[in-house]
Structure formats: structure tokens, C-alpha cells
């Protein structure tokens, strides 16, 4: 599998998704995003290191696919609800979201 400009690939570490690329511009071993320079690997699974790279970084950086995709969704979706004051909804609205929780108690 080739890298090409408009490819997303994700950073993840310790099982969350930290951020979203999109790549740039493309050379025969490295990759650009915006601000960030990736070196290319390719082994048996695709992916990249960002450069300059650390030996003890625990991100790893892979090419999106349907499942990360979903993941990152979720997640971002997670984190906005978690993160939201519920107190600035009417009560129309939060009976609303009640409907919905109620079955899955």
C-alpha cells in the first residue's frame, strides 16, 4: 500500500486517537502534514514515524481504515458528551436524551 496526498493517517497511543493528518505532500520516505514530517515505513503493516523520532515515544501512526474511522467518531463524539453541561438544555431536550438512556439501564 502506496501513501498519497490526501491520505489521512491517525496517531494513536495507549488505545486512544490523539490526532488526525492529512497528508500533504509525499516523497519517496517521508510524508508532510501541515507542521509535521513523517518518515515512511513499509513493512508487512503500513505505517509511519514522525520525525524527528523519539525512541521512547508510545504513539504509532497508521493509515486510516473503516474501523479507525468509526473509532475516532466515537470518541470525539464520547468526549463532546462527556464534556457538555447538561444544565443549559430545556426540559423538552432533556427528556429527550432520557427517552433514549432509558433502555439501555
Keep these: 500500500m502506496e ?3 490526501w491520505d489521512i493517517i491517525y496517531a494513536e497511543s ?3 486517537i490523539l ?7 509525499v516523497t519517496k520516505t517521508l510524508a508532510f502534514s501541515w507542521e509535521d514530517k513523517f518518515k515512511i515505513e513499509t513493512h508487512s503493516n503500513w505505517h509511519c514515524e514522525e520525525v524527528p523520532f523519539t525512541r ?3 504513539t504509532y501512526y497508521c493509515l486510516e481504515t473503516p474501523e479507525l474511522k468509526e473509532k475516532y467518531t466515537r ?4 468526549y463532546k458528551i462527556q464534556n457538555f453541561d447538561l444544565a443549559e438544555l430545556d426540559t423538552k431536550s432533556l427528556q429527550e436524551i432520557e427517552s433514549i438512556l432509558s433502555p439501555l439501564k
Excluded at 490526532?19 to 505532500?25: G, L, N, Q, T, V
Excluded at 470518541?75 to 464520547?78: E, G, V
Design 56 to 58: 521512547w515515544s508510545t
Design 3 to 5: 501513501l498519497k496526498v
Design 14 to 16: 495507549h488505545g486512544k
Design 75 to 78: 470518541q470525539r463524539i464520547i
Design 19 to 25: 490526532r488526525r493528518h492529512k497528508i500533504d505532500r
